[in-house]
């Protein structure tokens, strides 16, 4: 089948196009408002962009709370969702009114950040601590600005709990990070790891 993004006649049940992009790793933004109130929300919207400097970047769909805290205090956190907290991340997404804390929503314990003013789940395997370096609002041909902001960070400090370390190396078959497959599905990603060395000067 072919179809074309501007008619978006795909006859399909639903919009096939985020489950095409997939899996996609969730990163659980953690930000705190100058009021003080806790936040934290999960984006599938989320990756590495850089890793001289370390850059991450979270885009979030229309001006939301994470969005908002990030910009006003120039620093978010990043903790990576794990299969053992998949059901609080699905209860952290709930639409809350601004100062509701989504810790206390999803049942999670919050702790400050090491090196900026942000919380982060105490319960993850691994957390990033960033600051932000720049918030764009990415544009389509017709150079219209598209309904999503794009916020990049500059990792500053990393958390790894020891209980996912073997040999050296974060096992995943221990982390066992989650990702967003489309639709309502998601993905175990320690279920099925293996290992593939990449020719040399490999790039991408």
């Known amino acids: ?56 970047m979270f885009s979030s769909s229309g001006r939301k709370h994470s969005l908002k805290n990030a910009e006003e205090t120039g620093v978010f956190t990043a903790s990576l969702a794990s299969r053992h907290l998949a059901e609080k991340v699905n209860a952290s997404s709930e639409a809350v009114e601004y100062g509701v804390s989504e810790f206390e929503v999803a049942g999670l314990t919050a702790k400050m950040a090491e090196l900026i003013d942000a919380p982060y789940v105490a319960e993850a395997y691994t957390v990033l601590e960033c600051r932000v370096t720049e918030v764009i609002q990415p544009k389509g041909l017709d150079g219209e600005g598209a309904d999503a902001f794009m916020v990049f960070g500059q990792v500053i400090g990393i958390h790894i709990s020891e209980e996912i370390l073997r040999d050296g190396r974060i096992d995943m078959s221990l982390a066992r990070p989650i990702a967003r497959m489309g639709y309502r599905d998601y993905a175990d990603g320690g279920a099925d790891v293996f290992e593939m060395v990449r020719p040399a000067g490999a790039g991408g």
């Open 1 to 56: 089948m072919f179809y074309t993004t501007d008619t978006n006649q795909h006859g399909l049940k639903n919009d096939p196009f985020k489950a095409i992009v997939a899996p996609r790793p969730i990163g659980w933004i953690g930000t705190k408002g100058r009021d003080g109130s806790l936040n934290l929300s999960p984006y599938s919207f989320f990756n590495i962009v850089s890793d001289r400097p370390k850059l991450v």
